[in-house]
């Protein structure tokens, strides 16, 4: 009877500590890194710009405001430099995309949250209209997170950034998967 009481108590006990809500999920500081595809249109250029690989590498600190809604900063960079599109005068590169953000989400159930994001973004261009050009620009998004565990998150993410100095313009549309660790 006594193997049987304590058989019990510990299902019992492991069945409660495994249904606890994760209540802080997506919340403190964590790090992130996206893989997906992007395409850059710059004006009055003429390229043939198509889709490309891209990755970020990002770091973010959420915190929770109450009701499930959670809200934070991000840091991120593009390390992939890559050829945007090519014409008759030659390449355009783009070297740099680095940006800081604000986050707003959502956590609809305990381990998913939707969210929308903007930002500030700088880009660094080769042969943008025949010369070199650094841009700043507006970021703009939205994407869905799922914590797999307490400290892993997966998701996706589409974003749209648009670069501007003078009258030069890029616009970019990048589509994500991401994975993160939270810690």
């Known amino acids: 009877m ?4 304590l058989t019990v108590l510990a299902l019992g006990s492991a069945a409660v500590v495994s ?3 994760l209540s802080n999920t997506f919340t403190g500081p964590s790090v992130e890194i996206g893989v997906g595809t992007s395409k850059t249109d710059v004006k009055n250029s003429n ?3 198509k889709h490309k690989a891209d990755v970020a ?3 973010n600190y959420n915190v929770e405001y109450g009701n499930n809604w959670i809200g934070g900063t991000e840091v991120a960079v593009k390390p992939v430099h890559h050829t945007v599109g090519t014409n008759a005068t030659g390449k355009v590169k783009q070297k740099v995309d680095a940006s800081a953000s604000y986050v707003q989400g959502y956590r609809f159930a305990q381990d ?3 969210y929308g994001k ?3 973004h700088y880009g660094q261009f080769e042969g943008v209209n025949g010369r070199d050009r650094s841009m700043d620009g507006l970021g703009y998004g939205a994407g869905l997170k799922y914590a797999v565990t307490p400290n892993v998150e997966v998701g996706g993410e589409w974003e749209q ?3 501007k100095r003078g009258g030069d313009k890029a616009t970019n549309n990048s589509y994500m998967a991401t994975v993160g660790y939270r810690f």
């Open 2 to 5: 006594k193997k049987a009481l």
């Open 19 to 21: 249904a606890q809500p």
């Open 47 to 49: 390229l043939n710009e």
């Open 57 to 59: 590498v990002r770091g």
């Open 112 to 114: 998913a949250m939707v």
């Open 118 to 120: 903007v930002g500030y």
């Open 161 to 163: 950034t648009r670069f």
